[in-house]
């Protein structure tokens, strides 16, 4: 009774361990081996051996050890932005003043390139929806799958999931009808989602295509902050191989968390209010299928049995992958342990790409805002 009001917390014990897996006492401590665990360097086995004895049961969900091959160079937005401002003659210029007005347009549609390879699965996750551009061209995307969709046996699944913060929470059920406006016929089942819990919600940004592609990396869907006058700098990746797995996997713990919520009688009641309704409770979930009276409520979990079969390349490496759930899982972080095993395993050189060190805090002081603090665990390491 307790878990149907939304307290499913309270009776799980497995809530209070931070998984969801039943937990088994063992001698090994739940040890665990991953075959693909060579030829790593000391940093990454640093962070393996903490993950495999520490996290295993987090193994092939928020973590894993697979392989890859980066797809071409990192991608950096804006792109000759720096190399503008070696070549300025004004020292006080920050390169992206002479930007020409479309500079970095070809970026949504290489995004939507890579959507428009699908031919099984297709998972889409960012901190807010696209808009502009990004928005546009998605919508491009999804309609070439259209026409791709009538020559499969099976429909092609879209899964496009987003952070719901809470002053300003997703309209999922706006999104698909922008998204599906004109959506020619197609074998095709789409889901827009959106979820919080706490101070947690998605920030993750990734494009996993049929367990075989996949960008990831800082950028978001934004049109005026990548796109317009006075860009801000990111950057992303795009890789080929078995990682594309390991991000569908990841992918699939956060919508099991939105089926979960939403499966309780507070959730049955929430879904019930707009969805673009501010709401000040700690966990919130949404989300809106395509076609309705078709599509089931919530998406299908991804697994590799939905996709074709693509052998590891011989110039693949290995990856570990680490993907950070935060209060969804109750105490256990591991990609933030991850990260200080690396820290700590490093010989000479660290070098981060970061947004900022710390939190965002009150003017003038170094005291973080409410549900913020600093990461003391990184800054120690």
């Known amino acids: 009774m307790l878990k ?4 499913s917390l309270v009776c799980d014990v497995r809530g209070w361990c931070g998984c969801k897996k039943p937990i088994y006492l063992t ?3 739940d040890e665990i081996v991953d075959n693909d665990a060579i030829n790593l360097s000391h940093v990454g086995n640093a962070a393996y051996e903490l993950l495999r004895t520490r996290h295993s049961w987090h193994h092939k969900t928020v973590w894993d050890v697979t ?3 980066k797809i071409g160079a990192v991608t950096q ?19 992206t003043a002479d930007l020409p007005a479309d500079h970095d347009e070809w970026f949504p549609e290489d995004l939507a390139e890579i959507v428009g390879r699908t031919e099984r699965w297709c998972d889409v996750m960012s901190l807010a929806p696209p808009d502009g551009a990004f928005a546009v061209e998605l919508k491009k995307a999804l309609k070439g799958l259209c026409e791709k969709s009538l020559r499969c ?13 809470p002053a300003a929470p997703v309209n999922c059920d706006k999104i698909m009808k922008q998204l599906t406006r004109d959506m020619p016929p197609g074998y095709i089942q789409l889901w827009v989602g959106s979820w919080r819990k706490d101070v947690s919600w998605n920030h993750a940004k990734i494009v996993a295509v049929d367990g075989r592609f996949l960008w990831t990396g800082g950028h978001n869907f934004w049109d005026r902050h990548y796109l317009r006058e006075c860009p801000i700098h990111d950057l992303s990746l795009e890789m080929e191989g078995r990682v594309a797995i390991a991000a569908h996997r990841y992918v699939n713990e956060q919508w099991q968390f939105i089926e979960r919520n939403q499966s309780t009688l507070v959730g049955y009641i929430i879904d019930k209010l707009p969805d673009n309704l501010p709401m000040m409770i700690s966990t919130r979930v949404t989300v809106s299928e395509y ?3 078709e599509a089931t409520i919530f998406p299908p979990p991804f697994t590799t049995m939905e996709v074709p079969h693509h052998s590891k390349r011989d110039d693949a490496v290995p990856i570990i992958t680490i993907g950070r759930l935060g209060t969804i899982l109750y105490k256990a972080r591991p990609s933030d342990d991850a990260i ?8 000479t050189v660290i070098r981060m790409a970061l947004q900022d060190l710390g939190p965002m805090c009150f003017p003038g002081t170094k005291m973080p805002y409410p549900g913020l603090k600093w990461p003391v665990q990184y800054l120690s390491a």
């Open 153 to 165: 046996e099976k429909p092609i699944i879209v899964r496009l999931l987003f952070g719901n913060i």
């Open 77 to 95: 937005t804006p792109r000759d932005a720096f190399r503008q401002r070696r070549s300025s003659k004004d020292e006080t210029s920050t390169g």
């Open 67 to 69: 392989s890859g091959v």
């Open 27 to 29: 001698d090994d401590d």
């Open 291 to 293: 076609p309705q009276g």
């Open 4 to 7: 149907k009001l939304g307290l």
């Open 340 to 347: 200080v095993a690396m820290f700590d395993a490093a010989q």
